[in-house]
């Protein structure tokens, strides 16, 4: 099974920026697409964004044009550039590798 690590999380003001990484560690994810979702307080956890293997990228509404999602496979390791940040984005950000495998999330907050 895979361990996924996330980081680069924090506090930031609205209209800022953050780049959240996801290191893989025991299988490599160069085969695999890789997803970014996100659980804001009381709310259901929801997709934000998804990066095939062969490099297609596929947003959910709410941040496209805002954030993009990106990988090295050299590196082990897919990317969250999140900019324009707005006060509903925050939330703790979780990275996937399918089937079953979850980070322990990083926590992204927009003060108003």
């Known amino acids: 099974q895979v361990r996924l690590v996330e980081s680069g999380g924090g506090l930031v003001q609205a209209g800022g920026s953050l780049r959240l990484s996801c290191a893989a560690y025991?299988?490599?994810?160069?085969?695999?697409?890789m997803d970014w979702y996100r659980q804001a307080p009381g709310k259901q956890r929801e997709s934000v964004a998804r990066i095939s293997s062969g490099g297609s990228t596929n947003y959910a509404d709410s941040v496209s044009g805002r954030f993009t999602i990106s990988r090295d496979n050299s590196r082990n390791t897919v990317y969250l550039q999140m900019n324009s940040l707005k006060p509903e984005d925050t939330a703790v950000y979780y990275c996937?590798?399918?089937?079953?495998?979850w980070g322990q999330g990083t926590q992204v907050t927009v003060s108003s």
């Open positions: 996937y590798y399918a089937p079953d495998s």
């Open positions: 025991g299988s490599s994810i160069r085969g695999n697409s």
